[in-house]
């Protein structure tokens, strides 16, 4: 079945370090591809999307893109902040799939000032 | 705009006793998810539905658990009765079909369960 794979966390930083949180997933045909952050006691919020291969998505100085042969949507930001400590999920919407997501298990980023 | 409203934020009480969590999506979508966070198993998709009927409960853990959203605006998951292994975050997601299938899931806050 469909499933997406993330790099074990947790991870820490210091601020302004390059940031790279591996995505790669399992999934029938062309799946779209999200990013989602999660902030301490909140809900998810969708951090950037790409929906064909080669797509980039863009969003806060974070970036990520569809890469259909190595079948990876891994998440990259040049220069990290305190604020961006939270919980990332990768996540894929499977082709032939309603609305529903399959997420990655999460990895969880610290910044250090 | 609201966002996904969740009630309560947080709920303790005593296994054994039902337990009742409340989801009012964003109006106009047309799509409601239920999801349990835990350490162990990361976030795991329990129910949902599609113009208030259920389309995919295989997430449900047991008989225990239940879910209805009676009309449009308002969804909610029950458990009875509860034990402690159901403690964990639950989030209510609500999204839109629209044109191109690709519209995002839109996450409540959640309610933090604690079954003593």
């Known amino acids: 079945g469909d499933s997406v794979t993330q790099m074990e966390g947790p991870v820490t930083l210091s601020e302004e370090a390059f940031l790279t949180i591996n995505c790669t997933y399992t999934a029938t045909g062309y799946p779209s591809l999200f990013w989602y952050v999660q902030y301490p006691g909140e809900g998810l919020q969708l951090l950037l999307k790409a929906t064909k291969a080669d797509d980039k998505g863009s969003n806060k100085g974070f970036e990520a893109t569809y890469r259909k042969e190595t079948t990876s949507f891994h998440l990259e930001k040049g220069s990290v902040q305190v604020s961006d400590s939270a919980v990332y999920f990768c996540a894929l919407r499977p082709v032939r799939g309603a609305q529903k997501l399959v997420f990655g298990q999460g990895t969880r980023l610290t910044i250090n000032p | 705009d609201a966002g996904v409203i969740q009630s309560p934020r947080h709920e303790v009480t005593e296994m054994g006793q039902e337990v009742t969590l409340r989801c009012k999506p964003i109006s106009g979508h047309d799509y409601l998810f239920w999801y349990r966070q835990t350490m162990m198993r990361g976030l795991e998709l329990l129910i949902y539905?599609?113009?208030?009927?259920?389309?995919?409960d295989s997430g449900m853990p047991e008989d225990r658990f239940s879910a209805k959203m009676p009309n449009a605006s308002f969804s909610t998951l029950k458990i009875q009765p509860s034990e402690p292994r159901d403690s964990a975050v639950y989030f209510c997601?609500?999204?839109?079909?629209?044109?191109?299938?690709?519209?995002?899931?839109?996450f409540g806050d959640g309610t933090r369960l604690s079954i003593l």
């Open positions: 997601a609500s999204s839109v079909q629209g044109g191109n299938s690709n519209q995002p899931q839109h």
């Open positions: 539905f599609n113009n208030n009927v259920p389309i995919d």
